[in-house]
């Protein structure tokens, strides 16, 4: 999982070197988001604690985040979209109460994230580069068009420990 570390307010770029991928579970799964930053930032706490509360169940602490996000009254006014996953599934999780699992194994989030899954996709399809180089020219070339997007590129791999 990749994402810049662009933060704008307005025209303005506010941070450059911004953290918006981290990972849960001693590396297991990687939750990267977009939006409001103290959204996002409250939105990664809950999923945090819905990942701890499930035992690191990806699918249950998705869902569980989704239905409270909808219907708490303080929460459903957060914008911002997470992206979790883990070495099997991803999860678009939104404010709407959605949990989608996208038809390709690529999901792009924020101003560049159409630009970047969309790189993705083709390199995906086109070569053999594995999925860290993958994600680091896509958000090169999302930070080449993209004026909310940068190039200090935070990339996170999630483990296979304990599979196997």
């Not at 070197?17 to 590396?27: H, I, P, S, W």
């Not at 996000?69 to 883990?86: H, I, N, Y």
């Not at 999780?93 to 630009?115: C, F, K, Q, R």
Request: glycine share 10%; proline share 2%; hydrophobic share 45%.
């Amino acid at each position: 999982m990749a994402a810049d570390g662009q933060v704008s307010l307005e025209a303005t770029v506010v941070k450059s070197t911004a953290r918006k991928v981290r990972t849960l579970m001693g590396g297991k799964i990687a939750v990267g988001f977009a939006g409001g930053t103290a959204d996002a930032f409250t939105l990664f706490e809950r999923f945090e604690a819905k990942v701890k509360e499930y035992g690191g169940d990806l699918t249950r602490a998705s869902v569980e985040l989704a239905k409270e996000w909808r219907s708490d009254r303080v929460l459903r006014r957060l914008e911002a979209l997470l992206v979790a996953g883990d070495a099997h599934t991803t999860f678009l999780i939104t404010g709407n109460g959605d949990v989608l699992e996208p038809d390709h194994p690529v999901v792009g989030i924020g101003s560049g994230g159409a630009y970047a899954a969309a790189a993705a996709r083709a390199y995906l399809e086109a070569s053999d580069f594995p999925a860290r180089e993958i994600a680091r020219r896509a958000m090169v070339i999302a930070a080449d068009i993209c004026v909310y997007t940068n190039d200090r590129i935070v990339i996170e791999e999630v483990s296979l420990q304990g599979e196997s």
